[in-house]
């Protein structure tokens, strides 16, 4: 991912040396230092600006402030977003392949979700959502990959969702 970002970079850089870029980068975690989507963001900002001298400039939209999920992906198929930390949902409202990652109970464990991730599939579908909505998946996350959450008892098997 670090080449990728680098090569985006100097891409943004060769037009117009002179001319500020401004890229605008969206998530959905509160602006708070204990908030990892928020800090990786800040990150990246310094990061990016520190690298070009100041010639591209990362404008941070925090806590859904660029749009909930449809309008956050929408950004990035106009061009009117540059970078967005989504979540399946979010990236749903585009591309419905997506949903095949977050079907509950898929994986054995965390380490099989990963080896999926992980492997040439996901590159390939990346490849297809690129082509398909014009948005490259830069890289994946999990948020757990065995889990639902409700008010009424822990789920641990399909069988105990029964009547739920």
Known sequence: MRLS????GLALLAPAAHAQKVLKYAH?????DDQPKH???LAF???IEKATGGAVKVEIYPAGQ???DQPTMEGLKLGTLEF?????G???TVH???????????YESHEHAWRVYDSGWLREFSDDMVKKTGIRMLGLADNGVRHFTNSQRPIRSPADMKGM
């Open 5 to 8: 970002l680098l090569l985006l």
């Open 28 to 32: 959905f975690q509160p602006a708070k």
């Open 39 to 41: 800090v990786a963001a």
């Open 45 to 47: 900002k310094e990061h």
């Open 66 to 68: 660029f749009g909930k």
């Open 84 to 88: 967005a930390v989504a979540h399946d």
């Open 90 to 92: 979010a990236i749903a």
């Open 96 to 106: 419905k392949p997506i949903g095949v990652l977050g079907i509950p109970f898929l």
